[in-house]
């Protein structure tokens, strides 16, 4: 049901609300996958589907219409100012790994948050081809498929993911040996396998957007995890500019000589 302008929702109805939608754009999306869909490149570099294109549209109606108020901010939509002025905003990649989509690899997924304050209040990531669903809200646990993740606990040779230059700068200061993960080609999915205990820490290169981390960023978060820039400080989202710097994700002592390396880095 719509909720009128100046109505005020809990966390947990607007994660039931993109749990619901972030379901049935992955539905949406599977239908395309695997099946030779239509791909064009944006901006020269960048590949974009029809099914991004479909994702994105059945979101934005049916996101728009239930909270007519909020703003919205998503990687195939052209952005507005008009958002900045919203309470709160949905911040969303359609298909988060759309590289990966079109090659017909299974790791890709929805990624729907809304933020508030410049921080998100919940998320959600709906992996369809691997059968995973990952949410979080600002009030309650880190879940995957409905059981609660947790960061795993500091081992004595760390497992990194990320660009190789920052992974090298880390080296030249840990005192252990870490085993480099290797490329994970959804952004989003790769914090949430963090948040799952599965790698202890990844870098983040420069030039992601709020897109791509918004929803991973608060289940890491409620998982014992942060994602950091390189002053160590939490993400601000929809603010008017969604490009975002060299990130550092992780946690405990790991992270801060993460945040470390990429303040010193100069690559």
């Known amino acids: 049901m719509p909720v009128p302008d100046g109505a005020e929702t809990s966390a947990a109805d607007d994660l039931a609300l993109i749990r619901a939608a ?6 949406i999306a599977l239908r395309y996958f695997r099946k030779d869909p239509e791909v064009w490149m944006k901006g020269g570099t960048s590949p974009v589907s029809e099914a ?44 988060d790994g759309t590289r990966a989509f079109v090659d017909g690899r299974d790791v890709w997924c929805v990624s729907v948050a809304v933020v508030e304050n410049g921080r998100p209040l919940c998320g959600v990531l709906d992996c369809p081809a ?19 993740i947790a960061v795993r606990k500091p081992s004595g040779s760390p497992v990194v993911a990320g660009p190789r230059p920052l992974i090298r700068e880390l080296e030249r200061a840990f005192p252990a040996p870490l085993k480099h993960h290797p490329y994970v080609p959804s952004l989003a999915y790769r914090i949430a396998m963090l948040a799952e205990g ?70």
């Not at 972030?22 to 539905?27: I, L």
């Not at 002053?231 to 993460?258: C, E, F, T, W």
């Open 130 to 148: 691997r059968d995973e669903v990952y949410e979080a809200s600002k009030d309650g646990a880190a879940l995957k498929n409905g059981n609660a």
């Open 52 to 95: 991004d294109i479909a994702v994105d549209r059945f979101l934005r109606e049916t996101l728009g219409e239930a909270r007519p108020a909020y703003g919205w901010l998503s990687e195939e939509t052209v952005d507005t100012a008009d958002r900045l002025s919203a309470l709160r905003t949905f911040v969303v990649d359609p298909i």
């Open 198 to 267: 599965l790698i202890d820490g990844s870098f983040v290169k420069a030039n992601s957007h709020d897109w791509d981390l918004a929803a991973a960023d608060l289940i890491l978060e409620q998982a014992g995890g942060r994602i950091c820039d390189v002053q160590g400080h939490d993400i601000v989202y929809a603010s008017a500019n969604p490009k975002l710097g060299i990130l550092a994700a992780g946690s405990g002592a790991l992270l801060d000589r993460m945040v470390k390396s990429i303040a010193e880095y100069d690559g």
């Open 22 to 27: 972030a379901a049935e754009a992955g539905r």
